[in-house]
Structures are given as structure tokens and as C-alpha cells.
């Protein structure tokens, strides 16, 4: 990403918000805030490692996601939710062609549930996306290689469930590449390659859920 030294200037009360897609089966699923930064300058790069955690958070509790137990996990792998304060355990075998699953082992419990990712501006584990897992329930989670950018000087947590964009912002689809530039600036909003459709605008109030809560067909063994 880059921006321009006179836009820079012109942004230092404004934080960047990434937002990383995930596919799953549970249409209730919601977007949350993946990372709120300051530090971003004319060039930044913006990555992601390939581990993963999984976690269970209390159903009751409001607002951003928060207190939640998390575990380390790979694709193909299943985390079991053993009790009451959202520990879990990790079982199964490796396997890149299959989701990451949450089974909740209590029949008398609901969860917040969902994956986590690390993103190079604040390089730990920041939840992508919450959604119910019902008691006996098993939710399944892929994540995607799309992010999404906002800037706004609003002032929103990590975590955060947010289901419409609270300002401008693009959405940049990175499957099968090994980077993506685009540019930034006050006067001329984001821009990228002329005509390239890995990258897409995002209004200001779009229902950004639909963008990155996709695929809503996923199968639990597959």
C-alpha cells in the first residue's frame, strides 16, 4: 500500500481497520475488526501469516469479541469445547483441503465461536469472524486469501462485530498471488492496476458481511 507524503500529513488522525475474509457453513457468521493500526506510512506492507487458532468465547458476552480461550490449529484439525470457560482441546489430523471445525462438547452451552489469524501490523493472533455454535453444534471455518481496508478516524476496537462499513474502503482478493499494490491518498480515494478485477470499492454503510463471510455452502467433511 502506499500513500503519498502530503496525503500522510493529512491523515495523522486516522486509523487503518483490516478486515480478512473467511468462508463458512453458518450464514449467521459475522465480520469483526481483524486490526486497528496507526502504523502505516508512504509504503506498508500488509501480511498475514498461514497459522491459524481457533476459539470459543462466552455467548452471553456483548460487544467486540474480546475474552475468549483460543487454541492453536490447522486445516483439517477439529477443537472441542470442553467446558463452561470456552477451553478446548485439538484433535485430528492435518489437511490444507479441508476446513477448520469447532465442535461444542456440552449439550447445555452456547458459544461465540470463530478462526484467527496474525496480520503483520500487530503479528498476533486478532480474531476474523464470530458466529453461534449451538450446544452439540459443529461449526466449520476456511479462511480466504481477501482483506478489506477502511480508514476512518472513528474510533472502532479490535474485534468488533461490524456488519456495514463505517466509512469508504476497498476490498482486495489476493487468492493465487503473492502481493497486490494499490495507492492511497486524500484527494484521490484508493486506487489499483486500470481494470484489474481483484480489487473493489466499498462504500460507506455497504453490507460488507456479504464480501467477506462468502461461500455459504461448506461441507463439514468434505
Known amino acids: 500500500m502506499s500513500i503519498d507524503d502530503k496525503s500522510i500529513e493529512e491523515m495523522a488522525n486516522y486509523v487503518l481497520y483490516g478486515f480478512k475474509a473467511v468462508k463458512t457453513a453458518d450464514s449467521q457468521t459475522s465480520p469483526i475488526v481483524w486490526f486497528a493500526s496507526t502504523d502505516y506510512t508512504t509504503t506498508t506492507d500488509i501480511s498475514w501469516h498461514t497459522e491459524y487458532q481457533s476459539y470459543a468465547a462466552?455467548?452471553?458476552?456483548?460487544?467486540?469479541?474480546?475474552?475468549?480461550?483460543?487454541?492453536?490449529?490447522?486445516?483439517?484439525?477439529?477443537?472441542?469445547?470442553?467446558?463452561?470457560?470456552?477451553l478446548g482441546e485439538v484433535s485430528g489430523d492435518p489437511d490444507a483441503s479441508k476446513p477448520i471445525?469447532?465442535?461444542?462438547g456440552l449439550d447445555d452451552t452456547q458459544f461465540r465461536t470463530g478462526i484467527a489469524q496474525r496480520p503483520s501490523l500487530t503479528?498476533?493472533?486478532?480474531?476474523?469472524?464470530v458466529s453461534k455454535i449451538i450446544a452439540d453444534?459443529?461449526?466449520?471455518?476456511?479462511?480466504?486469501?481477501?482483506?478489506?481496508?477502511?480508514?476512518?478516524?472513528?474510533?472502532?476496537?479490535?474485534?468488533?462485530?461490524?456488519?456495514?462499513?463505517?466509512?469508504?474502503?476497498?476490498?482486495?482478493?489476493?487468492?493465487?498471488?503473492s502481493e497486490r499494490k494499490v495507492t492511497f491518498?486524500?484527494?484521490?480515494?484508493w486506487?489499483?492496476?486500470?481494470?484489474?478485477?481483484w480489487a473493489k470499492k466499498i462504500t460507506a454503510q455497504e453490507d460488507i458481511t456479504k464480501h467477506l463471510v462468502v461461500g455459504q455452502k461448506l461441507e463439514l467433511l468434505a
Open 191 to 197: 486506487k489499483w492496476d486500470t481494470g484489474a478485477p
Open 58 to 86: 462466552p455467548y452471553k458476552q456483548s460487544g467486540p469479541v474480546s475474552s475468549y480461550s483460543a487454541r492453536d490449529i490447522t486445516l483439517g484439525k477439529t477443537m472441542k469445547i470442553k467446558n463452561k470457560k470456552c
Open 123 to 129: 503479528n498476533e493472533f486478532r480474531p476474523l469472524c
Open 137 to 177: 453444534g459443529t461449526n466449520a471455518f476456511m479462511p480466504v486469501e481477501k482483506i478489506m481496508l477502511i480508514f476512518a478516524t472513528e474510533a472502532v476496537d479490535e474485534g468488533a462485530v461490524i456488519t456495514q462499513a463505517f466509512s469508504a474502503g476497498l476490498l482486495i482478493d489476493v487468492t493465487g498471488a
Open 185 to 189: 491518498s486524500t484527494s484521490n480515494s
Open 101 to 104: 471445525k469447532v465442535t461444542n
